[in-house]
């Protein structure tokens, strides 16, 4: 199984971060195990539990202060290597993907 993480940085965008992570939970793909990693630059601790009902696994690295939009992705990779991911896809919250988005991304790596 292939071990793919999405690191997601959030500051003040909720509705965009839930929305993006709904459009990763439809490109689940059997040989792909996927896990989204949101870094919460907002201080507050209040997006984790919306954050996991829509997309459950999804880990929430909330922050004291905002770290900023490059420091965020450096913690969101540091935490994607200790799971040992294969692969990396940094993507702004406001992004939504097409389902086979990851699938296809994969396959142009792997080649």
């Not at 994607?80 to 389902?99: F, M, P, Q, S």
């Amino acid at each position: 199984m292939k071990n793919a993480a999405i690191i997601i940085v959030h500051w003040n965008g909720k509705k965009d971060t839930l929305e993006c992570l709904r459009s990763l939970r439809v490109s689940v793909h059997p040989d792909i195990r996927i896990t989204p990693i949101v870094v919460d630059n907002t201080g507050d601790g209040r997006l984790s539990d919306d954050v996991r009902r829509v997309f459950p696994g999804c880990i929430v690295l909330t922050q004291d202060t905002n770290q900023g939009f490059a420091k965020g992705n450096n913690i969101g990779i540091r935490k994607a290597l200790e799971g040992n991911a294969r692969y990396i896809w940094l993507l702004n919250n406001d992004t939504t993907v097409h389902k086979h988005a990851l699938l296809r991304l994969i396959d142009s790596v792997d080649k």
